[in-house]
């Protein structure tokens, strides 16, 4: 009996053990994947993730370059290049001409008349004049009749201004703080400086609410042309007003730019900002998203790029279904690139695209059916996308990326670095439009500030002025 009761002992002491051993495995497992996960983290990049190229720390894989072997030529214009310079402007662009004769004859050193040559020296020089405000003062005089009563001029609104400061003076400091983004303490300090023009920031920010009124309806204008497009392009980053956390989202076109701060990046405030799902929407895989029909829209593959360098940089099956990704992506890319310069016809490009996509959904379909974590969720998003992967080869004039909506975020993200967002409500409305304008106008050929005071001198009963007029 006794030697039954160790035997029973020692068995249970050997099962409590094999349950502290799976236990310890199961830990370890779950260490190792937070391990992997944590480093994952660490090695995140501007290539292999959404994070701006500005995030990269300075010596990452990011931002190395590659050193190419010194070559033997020496540094600048080789022989035989044919340079650049200054291009004289034309004369009926000249303001002032400065005439210069000789005074007399090199060879028998008599005096010689002033007598214009066609094919004189021409050299030029760009300077600016002392900028100097226009101060105009309206007076209201009164004036007494030989019966003695007295009479003023009347007040004459259509005459008389009601600002302090006019139309083009405003159009300027918009320029300033909605364009160029100089802080209003900065735009106070330059108007100074450089004009004379002595101006509070209480100032600054009336001004700012006031052509936020005067281009209402042209940066509403923008929106209805943009919401029209055939093929437009999406993407949102954050905003903060107050410290609070806001979306804002642009909305892309090749003719136009809109964009809007909005309370948050949901399904609904995207569906109202976005209006009607007519048209091919180009953007990333955002959820929000989903409601805009899968067959007419695009994800944006440089997205995709980023997600399949991530993966092959894992160990394991993950890092070679991630390789085999990144080859189709870079294939797509490459022959897409030769299309864009003109070296492939867009037949060739569909002839060269026919086996990639069967082979690049059957590589996710494999990812799909390995069950690991981190890589099968994600190619089973892709596959969800499936129409929305070969927009670009069956619309003509479809990108496969949304590298253009990125773009034209950027320097509103910039904007946000460096005022860390707005205060109100008003200051989004500025924001958006301002931007919107000045994008547009870009786009259009227009010269915004000339946009700008036609907008800030419009009287009542003059037509709006618009970036669409021919």
């Known amino acids: 009996m006794e030697e039954r009761s160790e035997i029973e002992r020692l068995e249970t002491a050997l099962a409590a053990r094999d349950e502290e051993l799976a236990a310890r495995d199961v830990r370890i497992a779950e260490l190792e994947r937070a391990v992997a996960e944590l480093r994952e983290l660490l090695g995140r990049n501007s290539k292999n993730s959404n994070k701006p190229p500005s995030s990269d720390p300075p010596g990452s894989s990011a931002k190395r370059r590659t050193l190419k072997p010194k070559g033997k030529r020496k540094r600048g214009g080789q022989k035989g290049h044919r340079g650049s310079r200054r291009e004289l402007a034309p004369a009926d662009e000249v303001d002032r001409f400065v005439e210069l004769y000789p005074a007399e004859c090199e060879s028998c050193w008599q005096l010689l008349p002033e007598t214009p040559d066609a094919f004189a020296k021409r050299y030029q020089q760009v300077e600016l004049e002392p900028l100097a405000p226009v101060l105009t003062e309206y007076r209201r005089h009164a004036v007494i009749c030989p019966c003695g009563y007295k009479t003023r001029a009347a007040y004459d609104a259509s005459v008389i201004p009601q600002r302090a400061f006019g139309p083009r003076l405003m159009a300027v400091v918009a320029l300033l703080t909605g364009v160029y983004h100089l802080s209003r303490r900065q735009t106070v300090r330059l108007l100074h400086e450089l004009l004379g023009v002595r101006m509070s920031l209480g100032s600054v920010s009336a001004i700012e609410r006031r052509v936020s009124e005067r281009i209402k309806a042209q940066a509403d204008e923008v929106l209805t042309v943009a919401r029209a497009a055939a093929v437009k392009h999406t993407d949102g980053t954050s905003w903060r007003r107050s410290a609070a956390p806001w979306s804002l989202w642009t909305l892309a076109t090749t003719a136009v730019t809109v964009f809007k701060i909005v309370a948050n990046g949901k399904r609904d405030t995207l569906k109202d900002l976005l209006g009607n799902t007519s048209g091919i929407l180009v ?164 010269d915004i500030l000339t946009f700008l005071h036609a907008c800030c001198s419009r009287s009542a009963t003059r037509a709006a002025p618009s970036l669409f007029a021919g």
């Open 283 to 446: 953007s990333d895989r955002a959820t929000a998203l989903k409601f805009w029909p899968m067959e007419r829209r695009q994800v944006c593959w440089a997205h995709l790029l980023r997600k399949f360098v991530s993966f092959s940089e894992r160990d394991g099956p993950t890092g070679e279904v991630g390789k085999e990704l990144l080859d189709y992506a870079t294939l797509l890319f490459t022959y897409w690139g030769k299309f864009r310069r003109g070296e492939l016809s867009r037949e060739v490009l569909l002839t060269h695209m026919v086996p990639v996509r069967p082979l690049f959904e059957a590589a996710l379909e494999r990812a799909i059916a390995m069950k690991v974590r981190g890589l099968s969720g994600s190619c089973a998003d892709l596959l969800q996308h499936r129409q929305a992967l070969w927009t670009f080869l069956d619309n003509e004039g479809v990108e496969p990326t949304n590298n253009h909506a990125e773009r034209e975020l950027r320097s509103f993200v910039l904007w946000r670095r460096r005022s860390f967002g707005t205060q109100s409500e008003r200051g989004d409305r500025f924001a958006e439009r301002i931007m919107t304008l000045a994008h547009t106008a870009r786009k259009q050929g227009r």
